[in-house]
């Protein structure tokens, strides 16, 4: 493996790394981090995966049910390689980080649901930070602070901030820019009055503060479902009594993937190339 030569090279040689975050729990940050992470290994792509909320653990315990099917049934599941953040190890995340990517194309990061040190360092190296939040001004409250009576955007609120300092510590290390993402996770099939709003203040929103906004996960029940045995969408073969709202699904979690716009392999190749 060739030496970094700076810190320059180093950011360019290294794999895009996805962290979900938000500093909020219930948001489905886990659910889609897993996804993501299945959905770029079933492609072929070299995916590692750690998770950082070090007392849940979700995707990791996620990730090990999926090894236990595999074992179980003695079926073959594409799974990324996955491992807990030990702080009491290894107190540098960014190191890591690194470390991982030597033998990654992307890295996947799940963060845990409140303010966290180690979330807030890997948030600095994000190539991609998706922002899942559910169709609700309680989540979009985390970003931005809305108008009582008209709805409209006031402020930006404290995670805006967050990102903002990240975006400012990413391009003071090498320049690069952090794509912002935020992710409308269960969404409803039916459009409720409350969603356009919500809707509407996410679109206003983003223009001030500079994120994109992707359409997440739809509202579903096979999502709270498939942790046991470790299973996403894109394992039919696995999932019992498989339907066509299962097709319709597996349809929305491609959309959701291809909507993060992820470096193809080649793009990644030339970054290495051209840092070398
Ligand atoms: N698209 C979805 N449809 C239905 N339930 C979902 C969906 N996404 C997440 N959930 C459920 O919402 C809860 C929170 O999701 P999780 O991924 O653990 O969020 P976080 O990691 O942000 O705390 C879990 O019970 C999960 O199964
Ligand atoms: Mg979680």
Redesign the pocket.
């Known amino acids: 493996m060739r030496e970094p030569s700076n810190e320059r090279d180093r950011a360019l040689a290294r794999a895009h790394i996805i962290v979900f975050a938000n500093e909020k ?7 889609t981090a897993v996804h993501v992470a299945v959905a770029l290994a079933a492609q072929g792509r070299r995916v590692a995966a750690i998770d950082l909320d070090t007392r849940q653990k ?1 995707m990791a315990r996620y990730l090990e049910n999926r090894t236990a099917t595999c074992r179980r049934e003695a079926r073959e599941l594409v799974t990324p390689r996955f491992e807990v953040f030990d702080p009491s190890r290894d107190a540098n995340i960014e190191r890591r980080l690194d470390e991982m990517s030597e033998d990654a194309e992307f890295i996947v990061v799940d963060t845990p ?1 409140r303010d966290d040190p180690y979330a807030l360092k890997a948030a600095g190296r994000a190539d991609t930070l998706v922002t ?1 939040i559910n169709d609700s001004f309680i989540d979009l409250d985390l970003i931005g602070q809305v108008d009582p009576d008209t709805y409209k955007i006031k402020r930006p609120s404290f995670y805006a901030e967050v990102v903002w300092d990240a975006r400012k510590v990413r391009a003071k290390a090498d320049g690069a820019t952090v794509d912002w993402v935020v992710l409308r ?2 969404l409803q099939h039916l459009a409720a009055h409350n969603m356009r709003r919500v809707g509407v203040a996410v679109d206003e929103l983003s223009k001030r503060v500079g994120f994109r906004v992707i359409p997440g ?4 029940v096979i ?2 479902e498939l ?1 046991p045995k470790g299973l996403t969408l894109l394992d039919m073969g696995a999932i019992e009594n498989a339907g066509m709202s299962h097709v319709a699904a597996r349809q929305e979690l491609r959309e959701m993937v291809s909507s993060l716009e992820l470096p193809e392999a080649a793009e990644l190749l030339e970054r290495e190339r051209t840092a070398a």
């Open positions: 729990g219930g948001t489905g940050k886990s659910t979700t649901g899942p996770n269960r996960l739809g509202e579903r999502y709270r942790f």
